[in-house]
């Protein structure tokens, strides 16, 4: 977590290959990510957005891009693990409803509730959540949140936000600042240590 500009985004850019790196070294699993192959590197991170992009097709289709062989039975499991089954069933032909223009018809909300459960047909290891629940309010964030929750089971999760209520409970928080980690720890931890992350938490200024 960080201030906006403090280079959160731009360490899971590095992470995903979207650009190289010019000095250093990233290590992924113990291994150079420029030495994994890009596909098999790129398939091994499930990531979700804060904006959601869905193409015209229907629900069911949206979600299995994230698996392009699975099964409408596998859709569905994905969809209930991300808290959107309820939703997509309530809409006019459930499953089988057409997204339009990037999925006007939905709100912002629903709409990362598929991005959800894209990632979660993806099963992959390791996911980037990257200020996922920025743009819903309160109450969808609650929905969306324990979606997340149970995606992240199992897996190794980097957490981008600027809300704490996301970022509370991980094993390890690192504050950035000006593209450095200024401060790492758990969230106990770092409140004991008064720093940037307890100014953020308290809501005091420096």
């Given at each position: 977590m960080g201030s906006t500009?403090?280079?959160?985004?731009?360490?899971?850019?590095?992470?995903n290959r979207f650009y190289s790196i010019q000095d250093g070294k990233i290590r992924y699993d113990g291994i150079n990510i420029n030495k994994i192959k890009l596909n098999?590197?790129?398939r091994s991170l499930g990531i979700v957005l804060q904006d959601t992009h869905l193409f015209t097709g229907t629900v069911m289709e949206n979600i299995r891009y994230g698996k392009l062989d699975a099964t409408d039975e596998e859709v569905i499991q994905a969809?209930?693990?991300?808290?959107?089954?309820?939703f997509i069933r309530r809409l006019p032909e459930g499953y089988n409803t057409m997204l339009h223009g990037d999925g006007a018809n939905l709100s912002q909300g629903q709409?990362?509730?598929?991005?959800?459960?894209?990632?979660?047909?993806?099963?992959?290891?390791?996911?980037?959540?990257d200020e996922a629940t920025s743009s819903i309010d309160t109450r969808t964030e609650r929905i969306v949140q324990d979606g997340m929750d149970k995606l992240m089971k199992g897996r190794t999760t980097f957490v981008i936000a600027h809300r704490l209520s996301t970022v509370r409970?991980?094993?390890?928080?690192?504050?950035?600042?000006?593209?450095?980690?200024?401060?790492?720890?758990?969230?106990?931890?770092?409140?004991?240590?008064k720093g940037k992350y307890y100014q953020l938490y308290t809501g005091l200024q420096a």
């Amino acid at each position: 977590m960080g201030s906006t500009g403090a280079g959160k985004t731009t360490i899971t850019n590095l992470i995903n290959r979207f650009y190289s790196i010019q000095d250093g070294k990233i290590r992924y699993d113990g291994i150079n990510i420029n030495k994994i192959k890009l596909n098999h590197l790129r398939r091994s991170l499930g990531i979700v957005l804060q904006d959601t992009h869905l193409f015209t097709g229907t629900v069911m289709e949206n979600i299995r891009y994230g698996k392009l062989d699975a099964t409408d039975e596998e859709v569905i499991q994905a969809a209930k693990l991300a808290n959107a089954d309820g939703f997509i069933r309530r809409l006019p032909e459930g499953y089988n409803t057409m997204l339009h223009g990037d999925g006007a018809n939905l709100s912002q909300g629903q709409r990362q509730l598929l991005a959800i459960a894209r990632a979660a047909i993806a099963d992959p290891p390791v996911l980037i959540l990257d200020e996922a629940t920025s743009s819903i309010d309160t109450r969808t964030e609650r929905i969306v949140q324990d979606g997340m929750d149970k995606l992240m089971k199992g897996r190794t999760t980097f957490v981008i936000a600027h809300r704490l209520s996301t970022v509370r409970n991980s094993d390890c928080i690192m504050v950035l600042e000006q593209g450095r980690i200024i401060e790492r720890g758990t969230h106990d931890q770092l409140l004991m240590e008064k720093g940037k992350y307890y100014q953020l938490y308290t809501g005091l200024q420096a």
